[in-house]
């Protein structure tokens, strides 16, 4: 048997494959969640896993779950990452995961969702924002985080992602160093990120999943905004995906 | 249709305009309640009353309008009905529920004004609703800061009486709405020409209350573990409460009661059994803003009770119907009013009771705390309503919305995660 999780998310699109063969992998979701589906089913084929195969259970999570048209089981982000997360932090710990175009703070206690939250429409505090402000200064995300390192921030006091750019162009105009206007954009997004979290009680353990889960250097400016010590995770921008394919693993083996 | 369209005309509408409400109309109602499975029969009254709601209603105001008749639009739960039925006018609720009307609304209010209050007043001045044309006067009250600022910029273009809300809770305030009610049916009287007998409010009072006691029966239906009625049709049925004829209203409830009643006896449910039971708390839904509902009954789980001003708000607790002097039957009226818990009373320890109770009575297992996008009451409010109900065990689930459309799928993966979460 094959348990597939795909999550497929506004940037981007993971696949957790789990059961006869152990497999992980990542796509841009681009401009259709439809295609970008058909290229994931492709792709699995080439691996020997023929998604309507009966010895192959897949659930779909993720914004563009409902495109993904030969799942098994449609299952929301919030319980996906909660059970991806438990499989990296344990039974009872808060996920926060930093995405492309929401964030979400997750409580699972005993190994079940106890509670969690969502930023509104709006994307401050999110990837989306760190995206665009890296391509604003002309660089990667990556190299956006390796340049915040070495800045000193500088204030971006907006919430809102429209008028924070208009302040990182303030700063271009006066010839403020890059360094620091990353160091600034940085901040300013784990502001906003510890601002949700901080609505609701966090158990010890808390861990961050996403597309920057793997980042050291956002971590630690989260912790100490927070209080609290949150951990990085290696493969924590497949949580869901993992999540998505445990699921499918435990829905069929109950029925 | 075409008798609607001379209607409208000489309402001084703009048709064009209100063609285009028109035309979604009939799609919204097919999606939303069409669809829906195993529906009672006795649904097919409120569906011809929304599918012609700017027919039917609006005509039978104007005919009582030539017979000499004043019409008075609110938009509040607080203003009482019983007193301008009394001077043998009609109320009519004015809350506009549509982001058709909401941009109107902005032109002449800040855009961080509520979506209610912008679609109110953008529903006057674009003239793109039948009631809100034909109301003679429209009844205000000061419930918070968006609406006060708005009487003012409607009572530009309309006579609008506005009425003194206290909020506090203390034997003066009551004293005081007391004096305002006897403020309103000073203004009525004069108005209308027609006086405020003792016996035509006693008879009015027993006729909102006979409203009151229809809808209470439609909403101890819902508390049924045999569910058999949905949510979105219980609210639209709360929602055509504010302007349907009262009587007629009652009598249409109650016989609609008659066959969920027949239902519950016979366990036809409209869910399968062991289907989460949503209740919603916080800010009003007006006609026709069923997004939510919508949302909720599509995402595995059941409405059954709304801790709203369309839902418990309107209806619980009746007028004491035994005072015989217009002094005595006024201060029972502002008794009754002044009973029910709005976000904009400080302290308002009571709601969160009346929250705790309505979710024992109607066995939820989750709750929604519904907030308007900019109503800083109810949102600030939310954080009580929280707390309280993580101490009571009931999982909640906080959402911010307005009348578009385009935060759905948003708010769509909250709900599915919190029905996921609590059939976990």
Redesign the interface.
């Known amino acids: 048997m094959y348990y597939v999780g795909i999550d497929i998310g506004s940037t981007a699109s993971k696949t957790a494959v789990r059961g006869g063969k152990e497999l992980m992998f990542v796509l841009p979701t681009g401009w259709s969640s439809k295609e970008t589906t058909m290229t994931i089913r492709e792709k699995l084929l080439e691996e020997g896993i023929d998604v309507s195969s009966d010895e192959v259970k897949v659930v779909a999570t993720g ?1 563009g779950r409902v495109a993904v048209d030969f799942a098994d089981y449609v ?5 996906c990452h909660a059970r991806g997360g438990r499989e990296l932090a344990g039974d009872d710990c808060t996920i926060i995961d930093v995405g492309g175009q ?1 964030t979400k703070v997750i409580l699972v206690a005993a190994g ?5 939250l ?1 930023n ?2 709006c994307s401050a505090g999110t990837g989306k924002f760190l995206e665009i402000m890296a391509n604003r200064l002309g660089v990667t995300l990556q190299e956006l985080f390796d340049m915040a390192d070495i800045g000193q921030v500088l204030a971006i006091s907006s919430l809102c992602t429209v008028f924070a750019e208009s302040e990182v162009i303030n700063y271009i105009g006066e010839g403020k160093k890059r360094e620091d206007i990353a160091a600034g954009v940085v901040d300013s997004v784990a502001a906003k990120v510890a601002q949700l979290a901080g609505r609701k009680n966090l158990s010890d353990k808390i861990i961050l999943t996403g597309g920057i889960s793997s980042s050291v250097y956002f971590t630690d400016i989260l912790s100490r905004k927070l209080g609290k010590t949150v951990q990085p995770t290696e493969n924590g921008r497949y949580a869901g995906a993992i999540g998505a394919a445990l699921l499918a693993e435990e829905k069929s083996r109950r029925r | 249709m075409a008798d609607n369209h001379k209607m409208w005309e000489e309402l001084g509408m703009n048709l064009e305009l209100h063609d285009q409400l028109c035309a979604v109309l009939p799609q919204a109602v097919g999606d939303v309640f069409l669809s829906q499975e195993n529906r009672p029969e006795g649904m097919d009254y409120y569906d011809m009353v929304v599918a012609d709601i700017h027919g039917i209603r609006p005509s039978e105001l104007i005919a009582h309008q030539e017979n000499g008749g004043k019409v008075f639009g609110t938009f509040c739960v607080y203003v009482p009905d019983e007193v301008i039925f009394a001077a043998d006018a009609i109320a009519t609720g004015l809350c506009g529920g549509s982001q058709f009307w909401v941009p109107g609304g902005e032109k002449v209010l800040p855009t961080n004004t509520c979506p209610l209050i912008k679609a109110s007043v953008g529903a006057r001045l674009d003239r793109t609703c039948p009631f809100f044309r034909i109301a003679d006067m429209y009844i205000g009250e000061t419930t918070c800061d968006g609406k006060k600022k708005a009487w003012e910029i409607l009572s530009e273009d309309v006579p609008v009486h506005v009425m003194d809300l206290p909020q506090m809770k203390r034997v003066k305030d009551v004293k005081a709405w007391a004096e305002e009610i006897a403020a309103l049916k000073d203004v009525v009287e004069k108005f209308t020409g027609n006086q405020v007998t003792p016996e035509k409010l006693a008879e009015n009072i027993k006729l909102i209350n006979n409203k009151r006691k229809a809808l209470a029966r439609l909403y101890e239906c819902r508390k049924s573990e045999t569910v058999p009625i949905s949510g979105t049709d219980a609210l639209v049925i709360s929602q055509i409460a504010f302007y349907d004829d009262p009587a007629r209203f009652a009598q249409m409830t109650n016989k609609l009661c008659d066959e969920l009643e027949k239902r519950i006896a016979e366990g036809v449910s409209v869910v399968s059994a062991g289907t989460k039971r949503i209740m919603l708390t916080g800010t009003p839904l007006a006609i026709p803003n069923w997004k939510l509902h919508n949302i909720v009954e599509t995402s595995g789980a059941v409405v059954v009770c709304e801790e709203m001003c369309t839902g418990t708000r309107y209806f619980e607790r009746y007028v004491d119907e035994t005072k015989e002097t217009l002094e005595e039957q006024i201060d029972a009226i502002a008794e009754r009013y002044m009973g029910i818990n709005c976000a904009c009373f400080t302290p308002n320890h009571a709601r969160i009771d009346d929250i705790i109770r309505l979710a024992k009575e109607y066995k939820v297992d989750g709750i929604i705390d519904v907030n308007l996008k900019f109503c800083n009451l109810y949102d600030t409010e939310g954080y009580f309503v929280e707390r309280a109900l993580k101490e009571e065990g009931i999982p909640v689930l906080g959402i911010e919305t307005d009348y578009t459309d385009s935060d759905a799928q948003q708010l769509r993966t909250r709900v599915s995660a919190f029905v996921e979460m609590l059939n976990n």
Do not use: N
């Open positions: 914004y299952i929301t982000e919030i319980t929401d079940s969702v106890q509670d969690f969502m509104d429409k």
